[in-house]
């Protein structure tokens, strides 16, 4: 079960020390070409390719009733378990903590190396606390991004350099229409969040995310008992 087959991260990617690995994979994909369950909206080309797909809508515990947001008060910034857009992190906490009106959330990890500002808070993860979010910005990881849609939060992606999967899921962002790619626009955070708000697109996003359909978790169970039973 998910969006991608590390088969073609190790190609996309040029993780050459693996080539044995990925012609091994290949040549059993396509000799038995599994069943797979996968998100509708983030399949991957090699899901589509040498898997027998079984499509669902974003998997969530429990649907969550969300009103619509007007401004951009409170920001969730994360960088994501790796650490490897940290830099990055670091260039759009310095912006963000200029503006005082803002209140900027984060991990624990990173609140630690910030915890002097008075405008950063870290950020628990429940669902009392994400309904108080209003923009997510971040690494886009699946979980990310599934919390972005469970909630009805509109989006700011930091992409990785050489990631083929994050790059991925930053194209399927932007055609959902649910948020924006800030990777080469670090520096114009602020700016950003401010356009989105006058030219009424923060609401769109927040559309949009109304839209997506979450009975993932539903459609997954339904699929693997009709297995079961078959």
Not at 82 to 111: A, F
Not at 190 to 199: R, Y
Request: glycine share 6%; net charge positive; charged share 25%.
């Amino acid at each position: 079960m998910g969006s991608f087959l590390w088969t073609e991260i190790i190609k996309k990617n040029n993780l050459t020390y693996l080539n044995n690995l990925y012609h091994n994979d290949i040549k059993l994909l396509k000799k038995y070409k599994p069943e797979m369950i996968t998100l509708r909206d983030m399949a991957m080309p090699f899901v589509k390719k040498y898997t027998n797909p079984n499509y669902v809508s974003w998997i969530v515990d429990k649907q969550v009733s969300v009103n619509k947001k007007k401004n951009i008060k409170s920001i969730l910034l994360v960088g994501g378990g790796t650490g490897i857009i940290n830099d990055k992190v670091k260039i759009v906490i310095n912006q963000l903590i200029k503006d005082e009106n803002l209140i900027i959330y984060t991990s624990p990890n990173i609140y630690k190396k910030y915890k002097n500002h008075d405008n950063l808070i870290s950020f628990g993860f429940s669902d009392k606390e994400f309904l108080n979010i209003d923009l997510i910005i971040g690494r886009p990881g699946i979980g990310t991004i599934t919390d972005s849609i469970k909630y009805k939060i509109p989006i700011f992606t930091i992409g990785e350099d050489n990631n083929y999967e994050i790059q991925h899921n930053i194209s399927k962002i932007l055609k959902l229409n649910i948020g924006l790619d800030l990777s080469n626009r670090l520096l114009d955070c602020l700016n950003l969040i401010e356009h989105i708000l006058k030219n009424n697109k923060y609401s769109v996003f927040q559309k949009s995310l109304s839209k997506i359909k979450t009975e993932g978790l539903s459609e997954t169970k339904n699929f693997i008992l009709n297995k079961v039973y078959e």
